[in-house]
């Protein structure tokens, strides 16, 4: 993945982390990567659409802790590797909004950056692209209570039993998100309602407000093919209990949205997802199997916000 022997792993790691918080990074000096990547909300923010400087983005900021599941990065899968993706919201001008010379300070003013680009002899920006991947790389979730009832180190309750039965059987759910990473790393048109948003501001100092409004076609805007339209990457479940709201466009404030979502058989009958008819202790069961896919880290606050 990059030009580092593996023995650098861990320089690089520390390295990543001081980038992924460093504002300094940032044209305004205010934003990091932990602004919206929010160490203590599971690396996401809890905001339906992520918060900028200047504006409202129109997408559902990730948890980061999934990285190592996906095999193409963003809602759309615009970015194949993860070095690539982190250029992204480096440069974006909706994100931090860097430029060459505030990342060469970054690196002028951190001796281990310094040792590193003469290891690599690399350019700047795939330094820090390298060592923020590898940051997110290692504080990714290693291991859920899910994988540790797989290992046989843990006993389901008869309601998590009903709702893993529930999940790989009349649910139909690992269709699209199979274990172990919970995600087939395909695009899917699930049937959320389309809804018309800002996708773009214009920035014109005769007409300030100019904006200009359309659907979020998700894989569509980067593929051609009408059955890319509306389709977005299926999410890992790993840690969703924990990360509302959900869904690209952060529709659903709650897994029992979601539920009932699904429940319907979606809200655009384009999707060919069919009704299940769950009964309430269907979907209850069905959230309780969801809890159990949070990294071990965090399994204590699941249920203590039970
Ligand atoms: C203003 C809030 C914001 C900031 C700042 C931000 N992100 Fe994000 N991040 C998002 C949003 C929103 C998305 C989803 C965008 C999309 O899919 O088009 C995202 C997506 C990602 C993803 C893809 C995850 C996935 O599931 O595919 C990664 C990785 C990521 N960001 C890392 C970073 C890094 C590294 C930085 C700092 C260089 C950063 N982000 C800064 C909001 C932010
Ligand atoms: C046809 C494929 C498909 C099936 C079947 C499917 N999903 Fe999904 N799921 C997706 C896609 C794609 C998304 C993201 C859609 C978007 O944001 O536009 C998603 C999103 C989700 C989310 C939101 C995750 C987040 O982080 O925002 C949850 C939770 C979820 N699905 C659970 C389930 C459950 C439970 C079932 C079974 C009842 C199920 N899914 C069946 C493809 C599928």
């Not at 269709?175 to 790393?185: A, G, I, K, Q, V």
């Not at 695009?187 to 389309?194: D, E, N, T, V």
């Amino acid at each position: 993945m990059n030009s580092f022997p593996a023995s650098y792993k861990s320089e690089l790691v520390k390295a990543g982390s001081r980038l992924f918080f460093n504002p300094a990074l940032s044209e305004s000096g205010e934003l990091s990567c932990a602004s919206c990547h929010v160490p203590s909300k599971y690396y996401q923010d809890g905001y339906e659409q992520a918060l900028s400087i200047k504006r409202v983005l129109h997408r559902n900021t990730p948890s980061i802790l999934n990285v190592n599941y996906y095999r193409s990065y963003f809602w759309d899968g615009r970015s194949d590797t993860l070095e690539e993706q982190v250029e992204g919201p480096l440069l974006s001008i909706n994100e931090l909004h860097s430029n060459e010379q505030l990342i060469r300070n970054v690196i002028e003013s951190d001796e281990a950056l310094k040792f590193l680009l003469t290891v690599c002899k690399c350019k700047d920006l795939s330094l820090v692209s390298i060592a923020i991947a590898e940051y997110m790389r290692d504080i990714a979730t290693k291991e859920s209570v899910y994988d540790v009832y797989v290992r046989g180190d843990y006993e389901l309750s008869e309601e998590e039993r009903k709702g893993k039965d529930l999940f790989f059987g009349k649910g139909g759910c690992t269709e699209c998100h199979p274990p172990p990473s919970f995600t087939d790393n395909n695009f899917h048109r699930i049937g959320l309602y389309k809804r018309k948003i800002i996708i773009e501001t214009i920035a014109d100092p005769e007409t300030p407000n100019r904006y200009v409004l359309g659907y979020d076609y998700g894989r569509g805007n980067i593929v051609g093919g009408a059955n890319n339209l509306l389709a977005f990457r299926t999410p890992s479940l790993i840690n969703s209990a924990l990360t509302p709201p959900y869904m690209h466009d952060g529709s659903f404030t709650t897994m029992n949205q979601v539920i009932d979502f699904y429940d319907r058989g979606g809200d655009d009958s384009a999707s060919g997802l069919e009704a299940k008819n769950f009964t309430r202790d269907e979907k209850m069961s069905l959230k309780k199997f969801l809890d159990l896919l949070v990294d071990v880290r965090y399994s204590k606050e699941v249920q203590n916000g039970n």
